[in-house]
């Protein structure tokens, strides 16, 4: 089971970095992740609601639009709440497997009657050298839910027969990846963008998905497998 008290001090402890890096980025510039490197594997994600798809999207969209950065749309706007099995891989090799699918398929729906509903309320923007995401506060539905999914993988034995299974680390959604090593002069739009945009609404995630996530040339595609509707 994931440890309330453990989660909420690591959460806490990632957004503390990810305010202490803007003097970094400022100074040194932005340089691309290695999460926007060809990949793929498989998501458990929480779906949320089109407003705040919708505003992310708007985000992402605008943020590309002054800086080479990856774009978020549609459900690719989500919250991780597992990884497994992901692969940095060339396109020509990335495919997904009927029988892994139907395993984590299995796995969820064994557990979804259980599935809290959960509300996540977000207190701004942030960004370090790589990654800008919206601040998502998980308490303890979050960590409920995703100690549900996770016991349920480890008992499906989704390590051994697909791969590394990751836990998430906060309630935050990831709306852009800087593509290019970028000078802090020329970030200038980007940091009066993230200034100024309003805060996102909380939102209440409309299920529990499983999908096939693949990163090809910097686009992310993200196929669901299933739904699981929340309360």
Same mark, same amino acid.
């Given at each position: 089971?994931? %440890?309330? %008290?453990?989660?909420l001090a690591g959460q806490q402890q990632v957004y503390d970095k990810f305010r202490a890096a803007h003097?970094?980025? !400022?100074?040194?510039?932005?340089?691309?992740?290695?999460? @926007?490197?060809?990949?793929?594997?498989?998501?458990?994600?929480?779906?949320?609601?089109?407003?705040?798809?919708?505003?992310?999207?708007? @985000?992402?969209?605008?943020?590309?639009?002054?800086?080479?950065?990856?774009?978020?749309?549609?459900?690719?706007? $989500?919250?991780?709440?597992?990884?497994?099995?992901?692969? &940095?891989? *060339?396109?020509?090799?990335?495919? *997904?497997?009927? %029988?892994?699918?139907?395993?984590?398929?299995?796995?969820? $729906? =064994?557990?979804?009657?259980?599935?809290?509903?959960?509300?996540?309320?977000? %207190?701004?923007?942030? &960004?370090?050298?790589?990654?800008?995401?919206?601040?998502?506060?998980?308490?303890?539905?979050?960590? !409920?839910?995703?100690?549900?999914?996770?016991?349920?993988?480890?008992? &499906?034995?989704?390590?051994?027969?697909?791969?590394?299974?990751?836990?998430?680390?906060?309630?935050?959604?990831?709306?852009? !990846?800087?593509?290019?090593?970028?000078?802090?002069?020329?970030?200038?739009?980007?940091?009066?963008?993230?200034?100024?945009?309003?805060?996102?609404? *909380?939102?209440?995630?409309?299920?529990?998905?499983?999908?096939? @996530? =693949?990163?090809?040339?910097?686009?992310?595609?993200?196929?669901?497998?299933?739904?699981?509707?929340?309360?």
């Open positions: 089971m994931i %440890e309330l %008290e453990k989660f003097d970094t980025i !400022r100074k040194e510039g932005a340089i691309p992740p290695k999460t @926007v490197e060809n990949r793929d594997g498989y998501l458990v994600i929480l779906e949320h609601p089109a407003e705040i798809v919708e505003r992310c999207a708007d @985000v992402s969209r605008k943020i590309a639009a002054v800086v080479p950065a990856m774009v978020y749309e549609g459900i690719a706007v $989500h919250t991780t709440i597992g990884v497994v099995g992901m692969h &940095y891989r *060339s396109p020509e090799q990335q495919r *997904s497997h009927p %029988e892994e699918v139907a395993l984590l398929k299995e796995a969820l $729906h =064994s557990v979804s009657k259980d599935f809290p509903a959960v509300t996540i309320p977000y %207190e701004g923007w942030l &960004y370090n050298k790589d990654t800008t995401i919206a601040q998502g506060i998980a308490g303890e539905t979050f960590v !409920r839910l995703a100690g549900l999914v996770h016991q349920s993988l480890q008992k &499906y034995n989704a390590h051994e027969k697909i791969g590394t299974v990751q836990q998430p680390w906060g309630g935050h959604i990831t709306v852009s !990846r800087f593509m290019e090593k970028t000078p802090p002069e020329k970030l200038d739009a980007f940091f009066d963008l993230v200034r100024a945009e309003p805060l996102l609404p *909380s939102s209440t995630p409309r299920a529990v998905s499983v999908g096939y @996530v =693949s990163v090809k040339n910097g686009n992310v595609v993200l196929e669901i497998k299933e739904r699981f509707p929340l309360p």
